[in-house]
């Protein structure tokens, strides 16, 4: 006898059901247990009142083997003659509200729109994804909506290009764990990605360049290959919102403005403050070349905007609004003109007076404008929204000042950052955003009213693709992270539960390896943590396995299974390597992680700093630089605090006064990410941490000719406190990227012996 499957609501008495048990991701608000298993059937019967699109997407997204019937219920008496139909109803529940029941007769799917009903879908999936090995679904009930309006991830196709059915599987994955804004970022220095028909050579001239930087950044090596012309007409940009669309997400479309133009001003070079010419960059980093502010660039901008509204159905427009130097327009006698005309302060107050003139035109079309936080430099437009990416205060200004912000702060939401060790990762833009870091953050600001806080749309993590150079690295990158933001986004993350989220995010695992996705499996790999002993630090080891699993080499070999197996911390009493690595029946599970370490008699010291460093570039914080690690100056991962605008002035407590001869710091130089060596360092002593005595000082020139690896013969000294001060560059000189913003400092290990 075939068994059918009804969408159709019974209430039962009910119990909560644990966590642990469901391997939903995101976890739904409510989960409520009753008596009984849905047993599956070989063939599901639908009703034909289900709304067809979303019907049909769940049709295809179940796993094989179904045969599936429409069939008319209108009562219960239908539920009688059919085993088990499928059925939905529209209720007055709230806006992407649903219930989902699940009985040992029948499923039933309650909401008020669409909308609701393909979220109740993916949640379906996902039990079934579970539960068809064991033939069972428990009889359960889940009320659900999320928290936050934005759900979103963002996409850079101009670094690197990708085709439309790429993007089509991007819309997939962000529909799989409901996120619903897919933020399309089409325009750059490096390529503008969409056809234009008023203005045909943006995509003859701007969609291409003459060769890529390939590697570090600091290798300063290009690949001396023709990328492009890459871009998408105007029918594909159709096409690629239909999809969304029926998947219920929204595109946001980005065309930057008044930064980030070089590929526009390749083919238009009449828009800039000078003549050129101008070619599509092939640097990764941001450039003085930009829009100048006349009339006929706001002409050319506007059409374009015309082409992009008519294109994109979405409430809001994103005009970059991000990194915008004022080189040239400190240099340009229209823009002085402009400032001096409209009595703006200065040229910030003329990027203000940009955004204002765009957000005026786009309101006219009945959307809105939003943009990186630069665009609250001068004062923000009356009706514009905010993507916080500098950090959160960007989303607070806005929210106090009653204007709506999207939380995406790159310390918590940039997937472009390592997400494990960088020294087992593929090449990344730097920083460190591992999975859990991912999971602990909350969109809400901590110094926000309740009134206030209602003004955070939500949350969106950015992909910048600088390095990453194929879809295959985009999935890379993505997953597991999009798993933690999803539930960031739906508002029942629980971080101090971290360990059970992990464990279900890696049963996710299977589903993507049926989809063929190349997933980052770097939580499987070990993680190294320094820690702090009476001498010294010691090294712990950890793994999202057995920990048994972990065996390690202090020798610099290649751990086996027959290695040491890792019990306790290691301690690190003197220069090392430590290799470890996860096994299991002998076989390796992991890659093979390797740290070296440098020990000094600061070594695990206490150390204290009087400004903190950025929150992109804090990890371990003040402690990393007494770790007895060494930066690896190619990755700007775990290793390097950086601070921007900021002095480095560190003060290292040795507990009791110390002998010692010789004092040594690293520093970075890499000016297409801003990063400039240090201006100036001092070294002070002082045996009771109030008064310092200065023994050392070294200027630019020095720090330039040891290339930002100092090391200082300071005399014989004893001393229970020695204090470093690092000045910072200041701000950065015209003709560099990033010319007259602060420069950023980056600081690694400082020792003495």
Not at 421 to 450: C, H, M, R, W
Not at 478 to 487: G, Y
Request: aromatic share 12%.
């Amino acid at each position: 006898m075939q068994r059918f499957l009804l969408l159709f609501f019974i209430l039962f008495s009910g119990f909560f059901f644990s966590r642990g048990q469901l391997n939903l991701i995101p976890y739904p608000q409510k989960v409520e247990l009753r008596e009984g298993f849905f047993i599956i059937p070989k063939a599901i019967g639908l009703d034909e009142n289900l709304p067809q699109r979303e019907t049909e997407y769940f049709k295809k997204r179940l796993y094989s083997g179904f045969k599936f019937e429409n069939r008319k219920i209108e009562d219960g008496s239908q539920l009688r003659r059919s085993a088990i139909p499928i059925t939905s109803s529209m209720t007055d529940l709230q806006k992407d509200q649903y219930v989902l029941e699940v009985s040992p007769q029948f499923i039933h799917i309650k909401s008020v729109n669409n909308r609701g009903y393909f979220l109740a879908l993916q949640t379906l999936i996902q039990l079934f994804d579970q539960y068809k090995d064991s033939g069972k679904i428990p009889a359960l009930k889940i009320s659900d909506s999320p928290k936050f309006a934005w759900r979103g991830m963002h996409l850079d196709v101009c670094r690197h290009f990708f085709t439309v059915e790429e993007v089509k599987q991007y819309i997939d994955y962000l529909a799989m764990y409901k996120l619903n804004t897919f933020h399309w970022h089409l325009t750059d220095d490096q390529g503008w990605r969409i056809e234009i028909k008023k203005y045909p050579k943006l995509t003859q001239i701007g969609s291409k360049r003459k060769e890529s930087m390939i590697g570090a950044y600091v290798d300063n090596t290009f690949d001396g290959k023709p990328y492009g012309p890459y871009f998408y007409t105007q029918e594909q940009i159709k096409e690629v919102v239909k999809y969304a669309q029926e998947r219920h997400i929204t595109v946001v479309p980005e065309v930057e403005m008044p930064g980030h133009a070089l590929a526009a001003l390749s083919a238009y070079p009449e828009l800039a403050c000078t003549k050129g010419p101008f070619e599509s960059a092939t640097k990764w980093g941001v450039f003085d070349d930009v829009f100048c502010p006349k009339e006929e660039t706001f002409k050319f901008l506007e059409n374009v905007l015309d082409e992009v509204i008519a294109l994109f159905p979405s409430q809001y427009i994103h005009i970059g609004g991000d990194e915008c130097p004022k080189t040239r327009w400190k240099e340009c006698a229209h823009c002085q003109d402009l400032i001096k005309k409209n009595n703006l302060k200065d040229e910030h107050g003329l990027q203000s007076y940009f955004i204002q003139r765009i957000e005026k035109h786009v309101n006219s079309k009945g959307r809105k404008i939003i943009g990186w936080d630069e665009i609250l430099e001068g004062g923000l437009a009356p009706n514009a929204a905010v993507m916080s990416w500098t950090g959160i205060k960007g989303g607070v200004e806005a929210a106090k000042t009653n204007h709506f912000a999207v939380m995406t702060p790159g310390s918590y939401c940039y997937f472009d950052h390592y997400q494990g060790d960088p020294q087992t990762e593929p090449n990344a833009f730097g920083g460190f955003t591992p999975l859990d870091k991912v999971y602990s953050y909350n969109p809400i600001p901590e110094e926000l009213t309740k009134e206030q806080s209602k003004y955070i749309l939500g949350v969106q993590a950015n992909l910048w693709t600088e390095y990453i150079l194929d879809f295959k690295q985009v999935q890379y990158m993505i997953f597991p992270r999009l798993f933690a933001l999803s539930e960031v986004g739906w508002g029942t993350s629980k971080p101090e539960n971290y360990k059970e989220f992990e464990s279900r995010a890696i049963s996710h695992f299977k589903i993507l390896d049926k989809m063929g996705v190349n997933y980052a499996k770097s939580i499987y790999n070990i993680n190294g943590k320094v820690i702090p002993n009476q001498n010294g630090v010691e090294y712990e080891l950890s793994t999202s396995q057995n920990p048994d699993g972990i065996h390690f080499t202090l020798d610099g070999s290649v751990p086996t299974a027959n290695s040491r197996t890792y019990k306790n911390a290691i301690p690190v009493s003197k220069s090392m390597t430590i290799k470890s690595a996860y096994f299991e029946n002998g076989e390796l599970k992991s890659a093979v992680s390797s740290q070296d370490f440098k020990t000094s008699k600061t070594t695990g010291k206490t150390i204290s700093l009087e400004q903190q460093p950025s929150e992109n570039y804090s990890f371990g914080g003040a402690f990393t630089l007494v770790d007895g690690i060494i930066g690896n100056q190619k990755q700007l991962g775990k290793t390097w605090l950086g601070f921007q605008g900021k002095d480095v002035v560190a003060t290292i407590d040795f507990g009791q006064k110390t002998q010692f001869s010789e004092v040594y710091f690293n520093t970075l130089d890499n000016k297409g990410s801003w990063i400039h060596f240090a201006k100036s360092a001092t070294v002070q002593i002082s045996d009771d941490g109030k008064n310092f005595k200065t023994i050392k000082e070294i200027g630019k020139q020095e720090i330039l000719s040891a290339k930002g690896k100092i090391n200082l013969k300071v005399g014989n000294q004893n001393a229970k406190y020695l204090k470093l001060k690092i000045e910072y560059a200041g701000i950065i000189p015209s003709g560099n990227p990033g010319a007259d913003s602060k420069a950023w400092l980056f600081v690694d290990e400082i020792g003495a012996n």
